[in-house]
């Protein structure tokens, strides 16, 4: 592909690929619609420049019935032209008229549905199929004739398959010479309103006083000066004495502490108690001893004696020499 044959700087990707796609499509119908190979090229490449002129922003989905549409719309293809191409033997497609053989074009070429095609066409759907009976092949007896309508279609998709070339890089080239610039597509920018110059250099004045007194609060003179001025003169870093340390409040009064004191009865019993401590102990002691034990509440039996004293027979024994009275 040569450079003026290349697609434009900035022409989206998008576009780009879906050119490619329907451009031999194109030049084979516009090549069976005029009858000449020379004119259906120009057709293409002025259709090509003014699709990319109008596309703007559309969706995906209407690429391309705008594309056909714009194809269409080219005076070499709205002329009733005989087609002087050579068909294959019992097609009638260059006895058509304009219109119907531009409706069997597109539904032959362009793989577009009934409603895309009729809006490519620009003519109801009821035309566009009253349009597609009118061109159906018959045969002898008068009938659609399938066979003479499906070797058409073969016709036309081996002219799409091996279209030259040299052809198609004349169209781009074609094309491309005189495309708009991608900015010219789609609504133009609108320019932001624009402020008075003196607003401008005014604030940019501000602003480059703020960065100066920034940079200033970093410079060592002038900061020791700034953070001296703040203090008065004296040092930064102030160093007094506390205070004198002062007892504690009492929470409590005396009498109060006394009775809270866990030896409150021994401080009670006054300074000599903790000397009779020892005798004190020993007394409770044998007092303890003296006691007798505590009766039980549950009688208790008495501990059984050894194997070898037995407790004596409630009955007494009788011998023989004892004998009954």
């Known amino acids: 592909m040569t450079d003026a044959a290349a697609p434009p700087r900035g022409l989206p990707t998008a576009l780009v690929a879906f050119l490619r796609g329907v451009e031999r499509r194109a030049a084979v119908l516009a090549e069976l619609q005029t009858g000449d190979a020379g004119r259906g090229d120009a057709a293409v490449a002025a259709a090509v420049r003014a699709f990319m002129a109008d596309v703007g922003a559309a969706p995906l989905a209407e690429w391309p019935p705008r594309f056909w549409a714009a194809l269409l719309a080219q005076p070499a293809l709205r002329r009733h032209t005989p087609v002087a191409l050579a068909l294959d033997a019992g097609d009638a497609l260059g006895l058509l008229g304009s219109g119907v053989r531009a409706a069997v074009l597109v539904r032959l070429a362009t793989g577009l549905d009934e409603a895309p095609a009729a809006a490519a066409l620009g003519v109801p759907v009821s035309a566009y199929r009253r349009a597609l009976q009118a061109a159906l092949p018959q045969d002898a007896a008068g009938r659609p004739d399938p066979r003479a309508w499906e070797r058409l279609q073969a016709h036309v998709q081996r002219r799409i398959d091996a279209f030259p070339p040299e052809r198609l890089s004349r169209i781009r080239e074609a094309a491309f010479r005189s495309a708009p610039a991608p ?74 502490r006394l009775l809270a004191h866990p030896d409150f009865e021994l401080l009670r019993q006054g300074p000599q108690a903790p000397e009779e401590l020892a005798f004190a102990s020993w007394l409770a002691a044998q007092g303890e001893a003296d006691r007798p034990p505590p009766r039980p509440l549950v009688p208790q039996e008495p501990p059984a004696d050894d194997a070898g004293d037995a407790l004596p027979p409630a009955v007494p024994e009788t011998d023989g020499s004892h004998a009954a009275p």
């Open 183 to 256: 900015a010219a597509r789609g609504a133009p920018p609108v320019a932001a309103p624009r402020g008075p110059r003196w607003l401008r250099a005014l604030l940019w004045a501000l602003l480059l006083l703020c960065a100066l007194a920034l940079a200033a609060t970093f410079w060592p003179p002038w900061r020791d000066a700034f953070l001296d001025g703040l203090e008065g003169g004296e040092a930064r870093v102030r160093v007094e004495p506390l205070p004198p340390a002062v007892a504690p409040r009492r929470r409590l009064a005396d009498d109060a």
